[in-house]
């Protein structure tokens, strides 16, 4: 990013005064109630997730199309293929100790908090030309020192959801049973003076839904394939420029966690600003998972290789960090989100000139995602975008 989101948040005052919302940018303490209006909410992860679980308990008719078999969107974790009930991220992991939304949901649906890194044993470093065993916070100044002021404060104390991420997309999800048909690929969105139009793909299936409001939390990158008749030009033209960030990620299973027997706890911060973790340290059982994670300009060139590739090299070059590990090694999986159908890329910032353009609601048409926050890449942005909705909803509704 050409910006950093603590840049953003001191420069503008985008969150709070656009959308009349709280510092938090979630809906605070003000109670709207408005005529109940009928609400397609096109995508589950977490904007539409949110959005639709506010305006459900405000009293109006939501429905969710979402294109996937799962919730979440970008918040996925991956349990298959590996064994013992391990898991680990492929999406939002992180969650950083001033992200009050998220954690306000983490709350309100009673999710377990654990921190994100071990505080025992030591990580390994290599920014500064030489290996380093270090305690975690040389680790986490690591991270900071390279990607700056993207990543705020005391990133060493940030949490993550025990279980796995996905636990909070499929509370949502749980509380809005019956209101989210999956499987269902939206081709078509337009509108006119009396209600807005879905056209979409189920089942091999063409079908169409009318609302009073649809909400689009599709990404961009995604959105930019999709008939747009009731979008203006100057929004398509956004939609098509905004550029979608590559992010690797190549996962490792090992027999056991021999790395902790010689005072490491599987954290890695490489040459090539590659990051490497160990999600297993606070699960059960001996078993354990290494895995990289690569930015854009490194996550270009993992995406390019072949499955098997990408295993091989990654084994090949946290062997030379964790030695022994080779011999350890059991099975591996990967994530490339360039790849992925319905996201195609990690995350996107539409940039401070569009950003208002990008994020209003077109008539009946409303856009919320993490593109469209000060949070850019974070489950928080996400969620503000989708309480900012909430009350573009309730406030256009008072007026029909």
């Known amino acids: 990013m050409a910006i950093t989101r603590r840049q953003f948040l001191r420069r503008s005052a985008i969150a709070v005064a656009g959308a009349g919302l709280d510092a938090t940018g979630a809906l605070g303490t003000i109670v709207l109630r408005s005529p109940a209006r009928k609400v397609l909410i096109l995508g589950a992860g977490m904007a539409g997730l949110v959005a639709a679980y506010e305006l459900v308990k405000l009293g109006h008719d939501v429905t969710i199309l979402e294109a996937r078999t799962r919730p979440g969107g970008r918040v996925h974790t991956l349990r298959e293929p590996f064994a013992d009930g391990l898991y680990a991220e492929a999406g939002a992991a992180r969650i950083p100790e001033n992200h009050e939304i998220t954690l306000k949901y983490v709350k309100e649906f009673a999710l377990e908090l654990e921190p994100f890194y071990p505080r025992s044993l030591n990580a390994v470093r290599f920014d500064r030309g030489s290996r380093e065993e270090v305690p975690i916070e040389g680790y986490t100044d690591a991270m900071t020192k390279t990607f700056g002021g993207e990543l705020g404060d005391r990133p060493e104390r940030w949490s993550k959801i025990k279980g796995g991420s996905d636990l909070l997309p499929k509370a949502f999800a749980d509380k809005l049973a019956g209101k989210i048909q999956y499987g269902a690929a939206v081709v078509k969105i337009e509108q006119d003076a009396n209600q807005a139009r879905v056209v979409f793909v189920s089942s091999g299936r063409q079908q ?8 689009c939390t599709i990404p961009f990158s995604v959105l930019r394939k999709i008939d747009l008749p009731g979008v203006s030009g100057r929004k398509r033209e956004i939609i098509k420029a905004t550029r979608y960030e590559a992010v690797s990620r190549v996962y490792l299973q090992t027999k056991n966690r021999f790395w902790e027997d010689r005072g490491l706890n599987g954290f890695a911060f490489t040459s090539g600003a590659i990051e490497v973790w160990q999600p297993t340290w606070s699960q059960p059982g001996p078993r354990g998972i290494l895995m990289t994670y690569a930015r854009p300009g490194e996550a270009e060139r993992i995406t390019k290789l072949k ?64 593109h469209l ?28």
Do not use: Y
């Open 208 to 215: 169409t839904l009318t609302a009073d409001s649809v909400v």
């Open 307 to 370: 499955e098997n590739e990408r295993i091989a090299t990654t084994l090949k070059q946290l062997d030379s960090i964790f030695d022994g590990l080779r011999g350890n090694f059991e099975l591996g999986a990967t994530k490339c989100w360039t790849e992925d159908e319905w996201a195609r890329g990690a995350w996107a910032f539409v940039g401070f000139g569009d950003f208002f353009t990008a994020s209003s609601r077109e008539g009946r048409i409303h856009f919320a995602g993490e």
């Open 373 to 400: 926050s000060p949070w850019v890449s974070w489950m928080q942005g996400a969620l503000s975008s989708g309480l900012r909705v909430v009350k573009e909803i309730e406030e256009s509704a008072k007026t029909v």
